[in-house]
Nanobody, 117 residues
Framework: QVQLVESGGGLVQAGGPLRLSCAAS????????MAWYGQAPGKQRDLVAA???????NYADSVKGRFTISRDNAKNTLYLEMNSLKPEDTATYYC???????????WGQGTQVTVSS
């Protein structure tokens, strides 16, 4: 059974840091492209940051220079370091795993991040 379990969300003041983790099980983690998506209330789910199985990284323009995505294949874990948080970063953050060149993908259950002004 595949599980992507996010943790690390919470309430933080604007300007503060937060670190999200996504623990994967039931998949060969190192074979998957991984990503974080964010969904604010009433809005669509958007890509925040992605890291391929080969280590290629992409960020949404809104988080460049503030967020850092990384992965630890030995621990089957994806991370998102969030710095200089803004109220507009408030969203539910979802972990996403996709097996390249297939239609196989999985979502985590999400973790809430709330940034107060």
């Amino acid at each position: 059974q595949v599980q992507l379990v996010e943790s690390g969300g919470g309430l933080v003041q604007a300007g503060g840091p937060l670190r999200l983790s996504c623990a994967a099980s039931g998949i060969t983690f190192s074979s998957y492209d991984m990503a974080w998506y964010g969904q604010a209330p009433g809005k669509q789910r958007d890509l925040v940051a992605a890291i391929s199985r080969g280590g290629t990284i992409n960020y949404a323009d809104s988080v460049k220079g503030r967020f850092t995505i990384s992965r630890d294949n030995a621990k089957n874990t994806l991370y998102l370091e969030m710095n200089s948080l803004k109220p507009e970063d408030t969203a539910t953050y979802y972990c996403y795993a996709a097996l390249p060149d297939t239609t196989i993908y999985f979502w985590g259950q999400g973790t809430q991040v709330t940034v107060s002004s």
